[in-house]
């Protein structure tokens, strides 16, 4: 009797063992659809800190349940949480390239109480809406309203146009950009919607509209891919530089992996963003040298790619410190305050708000003496918190 309890324990702890082995991460991604370029981005950075970092993922396997949520419009990405819910039983969940995804599925993660890692989403109340969010993304008020401070103080602009696509994210920056801009004395003289985030719209007449109106800056919000690349072309189309208006934006306007596609009309674009491709630091050099040696020589990571990479290093912080079995409070309380050294530089989860703390870097578009485009900073601020929840701004304030 004795032996066969034993043998029992044993098999228990065995099974345990098994279980603690393997952590299973749902990850929603628009795989279909106009961001599908964007999910191959977020897709290879999952992949490669996985491949480059396999010491620290040992003694455990993480395996990666993929679906599809296609567009923004929240009913396919609801359906996609629900399946790696119920029927994968996924551990942690991670992804969202658009905001009103993740605004959609709120409920349902708060519902399914799982740690839900936003690796790109960028609506800046997100994270109020459950407590399972965590976000190692961005917020767009971290470059929108550093963006307009840095356009009244340092561009010394007195006015501004706004052009951005309408949804959630681009009212937010909106809103970023015109309360760090009037702060300093800028004036923003018009706010330009330009179409959803489902499609790429024709921006020409919206582009005429501002170059009518002689604007110092023209600020714009678009979800970076090939919007970005629209964006240029259109400005330098209607020889908006040599009508003395200066683009400026967020990292989606030059995204690093469109930026050769943009040509001339870019030299001159000036940028506020936590992570561009030639950003000069270790894990940087480190992470684009892995990237090209892995994906191609003419391939380049962006933004997104740095927020899906950084999400797996989340991930793996977590398998580690609870030793493969995931407890959704636990797995949490081990993000608060977590710390990393990523190519975007050094990055920490507040541990109040549960969202992302970064350098944020003024750049501008330089040819460079390959001959190439490069992205040069011409200044940095450190450690910035989310302005819109240290102002308590609208939603922001629920916290």
Known sequence: MKRLIAASAAVVILANWAHAQEVKVGVSLPYTGVAAEIAQQMDRGLELYLKLNADKIKPYKITLIKRDTKDPAGANAKLALQELLTQDNADIVTGWVYSPNAIAIAPIVTAGKKLAIIMNAGTAHITNLSPYYVRVSFSMWHAGFAMGEAAAKILKAKTAAVGYTDFPPGKDSLNAFKRGFEANGGKVIDEIPMGG???????????????????????????????????????????????????????????????????????????????????????????????????????????????????????????????????????????????????????????????????????????????????KVIGTIVNVKDPCKELKIGPCASN
Do not use: C
């Not at 992470?287 to 892995?294: D, N, R």
């Not at 050294?341 to 003024?362: A, K, Q």
């Open 197 to 375: 985030a489902g499609a790429v719209p024709d921006f020409t007449p919206f582009f005429q509209r501002v170059k009518d109106q002689k604007p110092d800056v023209f600020f714009v919000f678009i979800p970076s891919g090939d919007h970005a690349a629209a964006v240029a072309k259109t400005y330098g189309a209607l020889n908006m530089r040599q009508a003395n208006i200066r683009l400026i934006g967020p990292g989606d306007v030059t995204v690093d992996n469109k930026l050769q596609d943009m040509g001339a009309a870019a030299v001159g674009i000036i940028t506020m963003h936590h992570y561009n491709a030639d950003l000069d630091n270790p894990e940087n050099k480190r992470f684009v040298a892995a990237w090209k040696k892995e994906y191609g020589a003419d391939t380049t990571p962006d933004f997104t790619s740095v927020g899906a990479y950084d999400g797996m290093a989340a991930i793996v912080h977590v398998v580690q410190t609870l030793k493969g079995k995931i407890v959704t409070d636990k797995a949490i309380d081990a993000l608060k305050g977590w710390k990393f050294s990523s190519p975007r530089g050094p990055i920490m989860i507040d541990p109040v708000t549960r969202d992302i703390v970064m350098n944020e870097y003024l750049s501008e578009v330089a040819t460079g003496p390959d001959g190439k485009l490069h992205q």
